[in-house]
């Protein structure tokens, strides 16, 4: 930080990434009122190039790589993500400061006639791009026909609007955020569909020897999220993974110790490969690599390069 009194946030201009950039914003200034903090908005690859599926484009860090340009050049100080948008590895210079608490993990069902996946008809048109989502849907219900879907939720829900799907699937945590609770039509349990790494949870990057302003992060870290999320990580990781891949993971901190679900799946659901496992919770990234392994043991490695390959 140049100036002691003033912050600047990097974030994307998507209305959920302003959110996020604001919740930030909003507790900061409630902890040290006299601080000014100012918001850098700009655009990423990943809203740029909206035709294509994400695991097409190639390439981890989609939604992040330009606003790490910003903290590098000193243009923001800290910049705030979806954690399921952060790649493990950073650049030289930039670290993962706090995560913060988690708002709902699971996945929603979204639509304007069905209540839930349990009552969509036979051969019903369900929009998503994220391959963990396909392969877990298309394993419960073959008979679903899945059609790709991007753009930021906003967007996802007037193509629903439209007519164009007769469900589509979002995380509730980006809906809930931003006050569309209501158009959640029922959330789908973790063991229907194990979320992505992350996904729900606020992380903040900035630079490693920045250490004013990892004092001033430091009371927003959550201590469970963090352990949930280290281990989902881990795993993802040692998979080789970034959240453009049918792998889902998801911890839970239960009774001081972290109990960790993993998949990795076949796209068209045709096979799914499962993990599972605990430890103490100072173990949850050595939990997320055993993890892994067990999921590569079973061969999650052939689906995987197949679909990379793809
Ligand atoms: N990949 C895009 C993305 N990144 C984070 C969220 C939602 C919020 C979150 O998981 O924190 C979304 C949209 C979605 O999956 O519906």
């Known amino acids: 930080m140049n100036n002691k009194n003033h912050l600047k946030i990097a974030t994307r201009q998507s209305p959920l990434a302003l959110w996020q ?38 390439g981890k860090g989609l939604f992040v790589k330009e606003l790490e340009h910003a903290l590098l050049n000193h243009e923001a100080d800290i910049a705030v993500h979806s954690m399921k948008d952060v790649p493990m ?3 030289q210079g930039l670290g993962l400061s706090v995560i ?27 929009g998503t791009s994220s391959l963990r989502r396909q392969c877990q849907l298309k394993s419960l219900r073959p008979d679903l026909d899945i059609r790709s879907l991007r753009g930021n939720v906003g967007t996802r829900l007037s193509k629903l609007d439209n ?9 509730s945590a980006g809906l809930i955020r931003l006050g569309m609770a209501e158009r959640i039509a029922s959330f789908i349990e973790t ?25 001033l992060l430091a009371p927003l870290a959550h201590q469970e999220t963090t352990i949930c999320v280290l281990a ?16 889902g993971g998801f911890a839970q901190v239960k009774n001081g110790e972290v109990f960790l679900r993993a998949l990795v799946g076949a796209t068209d659901g045709s096979q799914i490969i499962r993990a599972e496992g605990k430890s103490a919770v100072e173990n949850a ?3 997320g690599v055993q993890i892994a392994e067990d999921l590569l043991q079973q061969g999650a490695d052939k689906i995987l390069k197949s679909v990379y390959q793809d």
């Open 21 to 58: 950039a604001n919740y930030v914003k909003d507790r900061l200034t409630a902890l040290y009122p006299d601080l000014q903090v100012e918001l850098v908005t700009m655009v990423t690859k990943g809203d740029v190039i909206l035709d294509t599926p994400l695991a097409k484009i190639g």
């Open 89 to 91: 590895e950073f650049p």
């Open 100 to 126: 913060c608490k988690r708002e709902d993990p699971r996945d929603a069902f979204v639509s304007n006639k069905y209540r839930s996946l349990a009552e969509l008809p036979q051969g019903a048109i369900v």
């Open 163 to 171: 007519g164009d799907y007769d469900a589509i699937i979002l995380a």
């Open 191 to 215: 063991d229907v569909s194990l979320p992505a790494a992350g996904q729900g949870a606020v992380g903040i990057e900035c630079r490693v020897d920045d250490e004013l302003v990892q004092s």
């Open 232 to 247: 989902e990580r881990a795993m993802n990781n040692r998979l080789q993974g970034g959240c453009q891949v049918p792998i």
């Open 285 to 287: 990234e050595v939990l």
